[in-house]
């Protein structure tokens, strides 16, 4: 069918973890047990078609929130509509699709870790079989959120291992409906989330440690110390992190030109940015463009 595609919905939110940090959350005691490697959410994804073979090298959840579409594994096509949940297992076969009439909108993750077969094994046996039905619940969707703003915030520690052990949750209240979790609010914003939050809102400039310093009222030696405390990474070498970051929306849902991205980004040379991702990301932004390997 013509018009089929991967991704390239209107409103649509993606994370891809690089690979480095997918190594980080496998060895960390708090996250190597259950850990994502991507996330995101596609709204009325017309169109929205994958097959692999070969399956991908990740356990998938799909959570449909509305509209409808199909899933393939197994050689056995399963509906889909809203409130289903479908957990499809890593290195198997499998294709899927969002209905011609009225596409899906869905919250979906890739996710691996020492437990994730045995969580998957578990799903499948108390939902006997791949799907359930899971009644809309604003928790789980807030929850799903919460999990998202905390990777797109950066990979500081704390970041990694508050949005991986909030996806047990998430998995559980999918395995056991009856009992959600409510997702609280925050009570205090450190000097790093508040160093972050600025590095958000400026990722189209080239910031220097004084303009972050003086962002949050400090020295720049006392920032540096405390950020590089608070994270693992130093303040400009997390800001180059979340650029990358935004560098992969661009790649996976626009159709700008590597120069024009870098220069969405502050970057003036294209070159630097390409060394730049390629760095962090561990594939140029070429090759990350031509894999897609998100659903």
Not at 17 to 30: G, K, S, V, W, Y
Not at 61 to 86: H, M, N, R, W
Not at 159 to 187: E, I, R
Request: net charge positive.
């Amino acid at each position: 069918m013509t018009g089929r595609k991967k991704d390239g919905f209107k409103g649509q939110r993606a994370i891809v973890l690089p690979r480095n940090i997918q190594q980080l959350c496998a060895r960390q005691a708090t996250t190597q047990h259950l850990y994502i490697t991507d996330i995101g959410y596609y709204p009325k994804a017309k169109f929205h078609h994958r097959k692999r073979e070969k399956g991908a090298g990740e356990h998938i959840l799909i959570y449909c929130q509305d509209g409808k579409g199909s899933i393939t594994i197994k050689k056995k096509t399963y509906p889909v509509e809203a409130g289903d949940c479908f957990l499809l297992p890593r290195n198997e076969y499998h294709e899927y699709a969002a209905d011609e009439e009225e596409p899906w909108t869905i919250y979906w993750a890739h996710f691996l870790g020492k437990s994730s077969d045995g969580l998957l094994k578990t799903a499948v046996k108390t939902w006997k079989g791949p799907k359930t039905f899971l009644p809309f619940a604003t928790e789980r969707v807030q929850l799903f959120d919460h999990i998202y703003r905390q990777l797109e915030r950066g990979y500081r520690q704390e970041h990694l291992s508050f949005a991986n052990m909030n996806f047990w949750s998430f998995l559980s209240s999918c395995l056991y409906p009856d009992q959600l979790p409510v997702v609280g609010k925050a009570t205090t914003v450190d000097v790093v989330d508040l160093a972050i939050d600025y590095m958000h809102k400026h990722l189209d400039q080239l910031l220097s440690l004084q303009n972050m310093a003086a962002a949050v009222n400090l020295s720049q030696s006392h920032f540096s110390y405390l950020f590089k405390n608070g994270t693992g990474y130093s303040p400009v070498e997390y800001f180059n992190h979340l650029k990358v970051q935004q560098a992969c929306q661009y790649l996976l849902f626009t159709t700008l030109r590597i120069k024009e991205i870098a220069m969405q980004l502050g970057i003036s040379d294209p070159y630097y940015f390409t060394r730049m991702f390629t760095k962090v990301m561990g594939v140029s932004p070429n090759q990350y463009r031509e894999k897609k390997i998100n659903p």
